[in-house]
């Protein structure tokens, strides 16, 4: 079992920058695929990126690729995106995801740990 916690969101203008952080508490991080997804305001909750266990493998929604970044450090048992030329579009709760195996799962069904989200606010 693993436990997820989200920080970083915040308020950031048009063009700037954020860096989230996915804190994962238990000692097999490294056995998990992770996912960042995230939900707007009346819209159902979309996937963002992914990364493979190993971090070897990475894939990002169209709207995203290009400016943002999945990383992950399985030492340190925590999962980054790195997010630059953010959009008013980009606004919404982003959440963390985690399912055991190798594969890169883009689907939101087939992660079984969620955390409790964090808020970024980009302004026009």
């Known amino acids: 079992h693993v436990q997820l916690v989200e920080s970083g969101g915040g308020l950031v203008q048009a063009g700037g920058s954020l860096r989230l952080s996915c804190a994962a508490s238990?000692?097999?991080?490294?056995?998990?695929?992770m996912g960042w997804f995230r939900q707007a305001p009346g819209k159902e909750r979309e996937f963002v990126a992914a990364i493979s266990w190993s971090g070897g493998t990475t894939y990002y929604a169209d709207s995203v690729k290009g400016r943002f970044t999945i990383s992950r450090d399985n030492a340190k048992n925590t999962l980054y995106p790195q997010m630059n030329s953010l959009k008013p579009e980009d606004t919404a709760v982003y959440y963390c995801?985690?399912?055991?195996?190798?594969?890169?799962?883009?689907?939101?069904?087939?992660?079984?740990?969620w955390g409790q989200g964090t808020q970024v606010t980009v302004s026009s």
């Open positions: 238990g000692r097999t991080f490294s056995s998990y695929g």
């Open positions: 995801a985690a399912r055991p195996g190798i594969l890169v799962v883009t689907t939101i069904n087939e992660y079984d740990h």
